[in-house]
T-cell receptor, first 117, second 114 residues
Framework: SQQGEEDPQALSIQEGENATMNCSYKTSINNLQWYRQNSGRGLVHLILIRSNEREKHSGRLRVTLDTSKKSSSLLITASRAADTASYFCATALAYNAGGTSYGKLTFGQGTILTVHP | EAQVTQNPRYLITVTGKKLTVTCSQNMNHEYMSWYRQDPGLGLRQIYYSMNVEVTDKGDVPEGYKVSRKEKRNFPLILESPSPNQTSLYFC?????????????FGPGTRLTVT
């Protein structure tokens, strides 16, 4: 089942505006990651926030994590046409049980961001 | 250059004809994983491997097999492909310790099963 649910499914803005995407999940996590995908290409890692962190910044990106609400948001400030892409959140859960290590990543369905010049 | 490679990049095959998609990484990563991407469904994990000879099912393992005999390679095997396995497939790798870290993705393999 899909753990990460993203909202909105599509977002269309003008260059210079901010873009906010949200992600909700259902179970415990070790960290939450955001990825970007240009049409049909491989995903590129943007930022990782650990479960004990509440906010993280990287350049024009700001990620928040609220573990009590099981939600995260990705803010892209001062957007550019080159930011046009699909954005995915992914929850990571790694644990040991019975002497065996497990590690699952679960991706959301993604938000398609279009930034108009 | 640190990278994940997949081959082939494009493949058209017929129902029932066994195929293998190769994946290789040069970053000495312990963790490797396969995903399929379908419109409206995002990426779904097929299988993953925490290390050599250690593999486990993801969310959609039916119809797929994997093996991890060497640290750098993680092939995806479709013993008897069916049209519902037509998809875009991605391999990824990462370091692993107490947590899973950022995934490095391959360029993708677009598979069509007729």
């Amino acid at each position: 089942s899909q753990q990460g649910e993203e909202d909105p499914q599509a977002l269309s803005i003008q260059e210079g505006e901010n873009a906010t995407m949200n992600c909700s999940y259902k179970t415990s996590i070790n960290n939450l990651q955001w990825y970007r995908q240009n049409s049909g290409r491989g995903l590129v890692h943007l930022i990782l926030i650990r479960s004990n962190e509440r906010e993280k910044h990287s350049g024009r990106l700001r990620v928040t994590l609220d573990t009590s609400k099981k939600s995260s948001s990705l803010l892209i400030t001062a957007s550019r046409a080159a930011d046009t892409a699909s954005y995915f959140c992914a929850t990571a859960l790694a644990y040991n049980a019975g002497g065996t290590s497990y590690g699952k990543l679960t991706f959301g369905q993604g938000t398609i961001l279009t930034v108009h010049p | 250059e640190a990278q994940v490679t997949q081959n082939p990049r494009y493949l058209i095959t017929v129902t029932g004809k066994k195929l293998t998609v190769t994946c290789s990484q040069n970053m000495n990563h312990e963790y490797m994983s396969w995903y399929r991407q379908d419109p409206g469904l995002g990426l779904r994990q097929i299988y993953y491997s925490m290390n050599v000879e250690v593999t486990d099912k993801g969310d959609v393992p039916e119809g797929y097999k994997v093996s991890r005999k060497e640290k750098r390679n993680f092939p995806l095997i479709l013993e008897s492909p069916s049209p519902n396995q037509t998809s875009l497939y991605f391999c990824a790798s990462s370091t692993v310790g107490e947590r899973l870290y950022e995934q490095y993705f391959g360029p993708g393999t677009r598979l069509t099963v007729t």
